[in-house]
């Protein structure tokens, strides 16, 4: 699967949980796309701001700041769906087909859990930061709202590791996401 196949993307999952994880997919290429574009606008307005006119944006480092988190934690989700997570895969090669099928489904099943435990230490976090009542100086508004899309991420991430649990106990070959078949496409080189 490449990059650019978010646009045309169709889980193979059956069902209810394949039309969610479609819907899923789109939304979050449209949020990191948009998110990439505007961090890109405003870092451009601010310095054409500051160098032509002397004074840049004071929100700018804010909306950049939002822009940010948003793109990390929209981006955690949709790597686990593509399969492109970092690997360490030294031993995971070496073993024989049984052997990554299970290391893959273990993986991936405490890799899911470890998502929404940290989903739920991230909605505490937001809890906590809600009860002070602190605003972002320039934009005016409550800086928990900022932070919305951690928890969002993670459970979106815990979700995608879980459906790769499942697709590896329904199906004979190994994944390493629900869409993504393990193995090396021959268009990969060697670094």
Known sequence: MTDSDSLTYHSELPGLLGKLDTLICKIESFMLAAGVLLM??????NVIARFGFGQG???????NRILIVLITFAGIGYAA????????????????????????????????????????????????VYDRGRILPAL????????????????????????????????????????VLDGYAETESEV
């Open 140 to 179: 005016g508004f409550e800086i928990w709202w900022i932070y919305i899309w951690v928890p969002l991420g993670f459970i979106v991430t815990g979700i995608q590791y879980w459906l790769t649990v499942y697709k590896n106990l329904t199906s004979p070959d190994v994944y390493l996401s629900a869409g």
């Open 40 to 45: 890109a606008l405003n870092t451009c307005v």
């Open 81 to 128: 769906r593509h399969g492109r997570h970092i690997r360490m895969s030294a031993l995971y090669d070496t073993l024989p087909f049984k052997g990554r099928k299970i290391l893959m489904t273990s993986i991936a099943l405490i890799t899911g859990l470890i998502m929404l435990v940290l989903a739920y230490f991230s909605y505490q976090y937001i809890v906590s």
């Open 57 to 63: 944006l004071f929100f700018s480092g804010e909306i």
